[in-house]
């Protein structure tokens, strides 16, 4: 299974403004990005895989609770 976004973040030790400022956007960008409200376009995954030393297949873009009801 794919990691979050969030955790692939968390696990790089960055918080979320350090994170949005090597991407190249803005922080508000990235919350949104990590709670599945929107997603980045295809030059935007290839920061994200440098950044975050993965690949696409690694990343799970959509929240973990996504679709989920308690």
């Not at 994170?19 to 190249?24: I, P, Q, R, T």
């Not at 980045?40 to 440098?50: L, S």
């Amino acid at each position: 299974m794919g990691m979050t976004l969030k955790a692939l973040r968390v696990n790089a030790g960055l918080d979320q403004k350090s994170a949005a400022e090597k991407l190249g956007i803005t922080a508000e960008t990235l919350g949104s990005w990590e709670n599945g409200k929107s997603f980045p376009n295809v030059p935007q995954i290839n920061k994200i895989e440098r950044l975050y030393s993965c690949t696409y297949a690694d990343i799970n873009f959509l929240p973990q609770n996504f679709g989920l009801t308690e």
